[in-house]
């Protein structure tokens, strides 16, 4: 952001000096900028930011088969998931999903647990379920006052969105 906002600065400087029109800079700048989430909380961040029912849509690929000890695949099978996940702003949460694994359609639910930092940063990890996809964990950042989330997946290669109902 600080890089941004100094390089936004410097080409105001050099566009007033040479004429040039600064909406023409604004464009560069944004269109070059990196679409990096960062916790954007500065009262920081706790448990209690995380609270409320949320729609999620989850893309990516699995490494290993659903089930006990699932094997690892030959080659990374792609994922994509919709779910409705309700967090209690205790660390609790529950999961209601749909899961597309490599054309096999499974729905499912689970509760998992979950940990914000005061940095806005969090994890969440989940158990196996009972239809067989294996236990997960994932990274994120809260933005927005905790209205919607980022994350990644551990368990798997996944982007996940999160936005507050």
């Given at each position: ?9 410097v080409m105001s400087l050099l566009m ?63 994922n994509a998931a919709v779910a409705l ?81």
């Amino acid at each position: 952001m600080r890089r941004s906002v100094l390089l936004c600065g410097v080409m105001s400087l050099l566009m007033s000096v040479t004429g040039t029109s600064f909406a023409f800079g604004v464009l560069a700048v944004s269109r070059g900028a990196s679409p990096i989430a960062y916790a954007q909380n500065l009262a920081g961040c706790n448990n209690a930011t995380l609270n409320g029912t949320y729609g999620s849509l989850a893309e990516g690929w699995d490494f290993t088969a659903p089930g006990p000890g699932g094997a690892a695949y030959a080659t990374p099978q792609p994922n994509a998931a919709v779910a409705l996940l309700t967090a209690d702003g205790a660390g609790n949460i529950t999961r209601s999903n749909t899961v597309n694994l490599a054309g096999t359609v499974n729905s499912g639910s689970n509760i998992g647990t979950y940990s914000v930092n005061a940095d806005c940063t969090f994890s969440t990890t989940y158990p196996a379920e009972a239809n067989g996809r294996p236990a997960t964990r994932s990274t994120g950042v809260l933005v927005d006052g905790g209205k919607k989330a980022y994350l990644v997946g551990l368990s798997n290669l996944a982007a996940v969105e999160w936005e507050r109902i």
